[in-house]
Each structure stands twice: as C-alpha cells, then as structure tokens.
C-alpha cells in the first residue's frame, strides 16, 4: 500500500515530492509542494486521496510545513518557515533584530518556534503553545498559555499556511492584531 499511496499522492497537481514511512520511528508522510502551488486545492486533494486510503479521517487537515517568505507587513515582523530535512527553519525579524529557530516537523513545533522567535524579537517572555488546529469552519486555532492565562488566536485555512499561522500567532502574543483575526474571520 505504502509505495502505491506515494505514487497516487504524486500524481496531485501541485505535489512535487512525496515519501511516505508508515512503519519508521520518524512515521509520516512528507510532501513537499511545487513553487507556486495552490495549497489549499493541493491540501483538498490530499485529504481526500488519505481518507479512501483509511490513512485520514474525512475531516480539515493539520498545518503543515510552509515554502515561502512572505511579509506579514501587519504584524510588524518578518516572517520565513522553510522546510529543512529533518523539520523546518523558523526566521522571525524586525528592522533590528533576528531570530530563528530549528524545529521538528510537526504543527505544535512549528507553531511553538514561531512563537518563540517571535516573542524573542519583540523582547516579550515566551508563551507555551497548547493546541494547533484545524476547526469546521477552515481556522486555523492556536491557543497559548503565557502562565496565567490561556489566550487564542485564529486566522483563515485559505490565507495559506504561512501567512494563517503568522496571523493566528500573532493573535495569541495580543501584538496589536485584533482586526486581522476579525478580517481573517
């Protein structure tokens, strides 16, 4: 099943590799985009091909690794999440400062990196991330605890991952960004 599943998640429009472990320690299914791809209708078909499969549930998937730079020229920060071999690299800048992280390749990781770049570069003590979700509307939830208070931020699935997972963690760190969470939603 496990070379015939790659092959068919190959064949998605968008897909430019596939490599497909379902019994290794590092189980999973890595798939890397071609530039320019839409990752939602790539994201759909995905889905949709793991849940004939039985490897998925019917249901909105989990974040995963973004390509691209993009300016989240909003939250006042420069945001890069580029898919490394073991994980991804999280660059979070401003003007002055710089900070990256090395993370594994998982939703909680790549989102508790971001922050914790972020929170770096605007001198702000880290915050714990609890969850990273996909709900029945297409959001994008992150929810944070800073030690005495849980706080949440969302963004649409459709923004593209990148710029969804900024907006949402931004939400959560209270950078100011109110009215993208209301404009995402």
Same mark, same amino acid.
């Given at each position: ?60 998937? #989990? ?6 730079? #993009? ?115």
């Amino acid at each position: 099943m496990t070379s015939s599943l790659a092959s068919r998640l190959g064949d998605i429009p968008g897909v430019a590799s596939v490599v497909v472990d379902l019994d290794g320690f590092g189980r999973g299914i890595d798939v890397r985009l071609e530039p320019g791809a839409d990752e939602v209708v790539v994201m759909e078909k995905l889905r949709a091909l793991l849940a004939a499969y039985g490897v998925r549930q019917e249901r909105e998937p #989990r974040p995963s690794l973004g390509r691209s730079a #993009r300016r989240v020229s909003d939250l006042g920060v420069d945001i890069q999440i580029t898919p490394i071999e073991t994980g991804a690299r999280i660059e979070v800048a401003t003007a002055s400062v710089k900070s990256f992280r090395l993370v594994a390749a998982n939703p909680i990781s790549v989102t508790q990196g971001l922050a914790d770049a972020w929170c770096q570069v605007i001198g702000r003590i880290p915050i714990e991330i609890v969850s990273v979700e996909v709900d029945d509307q297409g959001d994008l939830v992150v929810i944070a605890f800073d030690g005495e208070r849980e706080s949440r931020g969302s963004a649409r699935v459709g923004l593209g991952w990148v710029e969804a997972l900024a907006t949402a963690v931004g939400g959560v760190l209270g950078d100011g960004t109110s009215h993208l969470k209301q404009a995402a939603g």
